[in-house]
């Protein structure tokens, strides 16, 4: 697919919310945007129809690790230092058993 214009936003790291909230803004964008962040800590995003039973909440607490919903469907993902290409893979170092 090629694109005329193409928008570049650089985030930084932030934590699992900010993330996830500007991970929805840009859902109604009607260009293309290239997004480059990171996380400043650990994340665990539960996909919409997840209930949160089926992590160790408890365990994210103490191992201060964020937990968020995403805006759209899926199991439990890990972040912390995550690559993705293409949005639908996502490749990651240390996921911990949670």
């Known amino acids: 697919m090629k694109f005329d214009k193409m928008r570049v936003l650089q985030t930084g790291k932030n934590v699992g919310a900010w993330n996830m909230a500007v991970d929805e803004f840009l859902?109604?964008?009607?260009?293309?945007?290239l997004r480059i962040y990171g996380w400043s800590?650990?994340?665990?995003?539960?996909?919409?129809?997840?209930g949160i039973d089926d992590i160790n909440y408890e365990k994210c607490v103490k191992e201060k690790i964020?937990?968020?919903?995403?805006s759209t469907g899926g199991g439990a993902v890990f972040h912390d230092q995550v690559f993705s290409?293409?949005?639908?893979?996502?490749?990651?170092?240390?996921?911990?058993?949670?």
């Open 41 to 50: 800590r650990p994340c665990v995003s539960i996909g919409y129809f997840q």
């Open 66 to 70: 964020d937990v968020v919903r995403r």
């Open 27 to 33: 859902l109604g964008c009607k260009e293309p945007v």
């Open 85 to 98: 290409d293409q949005g639908d893979r996502v490749r990651y170092r240390g996921s911990p058993e949670l």
